[in-house]
C-alpha cells in the first residue's frame, strides 16, 4: 500500500508547522495562551463539566502537551527510523529551550517547569500515535 502522503509534502508541512510553532512560542505577548484556556474553562463550566475540567490550568497543560503534538507526529513521518524516544527527547529539548528563551528575553511571557513536562508529553503523544498507525497498517485483517 503505498503511502498516503510524499515525504516532500510531510516536510512542507513540517517547515511551515515548525515557522508557525515559533511564532506561537516566542511572541513577546503572552495572553493569547491563557485566555484561551480560560475561555475553555469557562465553557466547560457552562457545558456541567465536573469541577477538575473547569481549571484553567488543566486546559492550558492540555494546550500545551498538543502544540508539540503536530511537530513530532510529522517528524517520526519525514524520518521514520526515529523513534518515540528520540521524539519524546527532542520534544523536551525544544521545550526547555523555549521556556528559557521565554524566560530570559520575553518578560511578558511566563516560563514554566510545568510547560517543558506538557511539550515533551506532547512530543512523545505524536511520535506514539504515528507508531500505532504503523503498527495498525502491518497488522493483517482478521
Known amino acids: 500500500m503505498a503511502a498516503p502522503f510524499s515525504r516532500q509534502t510531510i516536510a512542507v508541512a513540517l517547515v511551515i ?12 505577548y503572552g495572553a493569547v495562551p491563557s485566555s ?41 513521518l519525514r524520518w521514520p527510523r526515529t523513534t518515540w524516544r528520540d521524539w519524546t527527547a527532542y520534544a523536551f529539548v525544544i521545550a526547555a529551550g523555549v521556556e528559557l528563551a521565554q524566560g530570559l528575553f520575553l518578560p511578558e511571557r511566563s516560563a514554566t517547569f ?5 511539550n515533551t508529553l ?21
Open 17 to 28: 508547522y515548525a515557522a508557525a510553532l515559533g511564532f506561537a512560542l516566542l511572541v513577546p
Open 36 to 76: 484561551g484556556a480560560s475561555w475553555t474553562a469557562e465553557l466547560a463550566a457552562r457545558l456541567g463539566a465536573p469541577a477538575w475540567a473547569v481549571e484553567p490550568s488543566r486546559w492550558e497543560f492540555l494546550a500545551n502537551a498538543l502544540i508539540l503534538m503536530p511537530l513530532s507526529a510529522l517528524g517520526s
Open 114 to 118: 510545568t510547560d517543558v513536562v506538557a
Open 122 to 142: 506532547g512530543g512523545l503523544g505524536g511520535a506514539a500515535v504515528v507508531l500505532a498507525g504503523r503498527r495498525l497498517r502491518r497488522t493483517p485483517a482478521a
